[in-house]
Each structure stands twice: as C-alpha cells, then as structure tokens.
C-alpha cells in the first residue's frame, strides 16, 4: 500500500521557519515527480514547489521564490520544504503528492499538514 505522510507543520512567527518532511513508502518513487500543494481556507490549492527525483529539477511557485527550498533523498524516500522568511499569507494545510513523471495526474497524496504563520 503506497502512503504518502507529512510532518512538520506548526505555528510560527512572521520571519520564522519550518521544515516541512514527506515519508513515502509502498514503492520506489523512481522517475517521480514529487509535488507540495497547498490550500488555505476558501482558497484554490497551489502547487507551491516540485522535485523530478531522477533530475533533481525543481519548480517554485512565484510566491515562495527565494523563500521556500525543496529537496528529496531518494535512498529514503523523502520529500522535504524548507520554509523561510514565512509570511501570514503562507498559512495553509500542506500536501505531499507524486505522479509519474510521464503522467499528468497525480496518483498518491498525503493527508496534510497545517502550516499557521502568525502576524
């Protein structure tokens, strides 16, 4: 069965940083890409940054370049977000998600995290 779990999310101030992790078990996430939305209350979900595991390619929304740093350990499966200079605006529950890089939909989610930054 492929999970994939979050962790990391918390409250923080305006200014400060988390570090957001995603375990993914079930298989090999080889040839993925490995993806962190977000959605806040009353909003649309956001695709805020991604990772093509064999690549190393990344993408970052424009309102978290600069900011936010994503990163993957493929021997372990894990996806990372390193969140700085966080903004109140950036509060949201945070998902993990993975879709075959030759795909266009995403197969596998996460349960999400919330992520509360404080004025």
């Known amino acids: 069965q492929v999970q994939l779990v979050e962790s990391g999310g918390g409250l923080v101030q305006t200014g400060g940083s988390l570090r957001l992790s995603c375990t993914a078990s079930?298989?090999?996430?080889?040839?993925?890409?490995l993806v962190w939305f977000r959605q806040a209350t009353g909003k649309e979900r956001e695709r805020v940054a991604s990772?093509?595991?064999?690549?190393?390619?990344?993408y970052y929304a424009d309102s978290v370049k600069g900011r936010f740093t994503i990163s993957s350990d493929n021997a372990k499966n894990m996806v990372y977000l390193q969140m700085n200079s966080l903004k109140p605006e950036d509060t949201a529950v945070y998902y993990c998600?993975?879709?075959?890089?030759?795909?266009?939909?995403?197969?596998?989610w996460g349960q999400g995290t919330q992520v509360t930054v404080s004025a």
């Open positions: 990772i093509v595991t064999t690549t190393g390619t990344t």
């Open positions: 998600a993975a879709r075959q890089l030759t795909k266009r939909d995403y197969n596998y």
């Open positions: 079930g298989r090999s996430f080889s040839s993925y890409v």
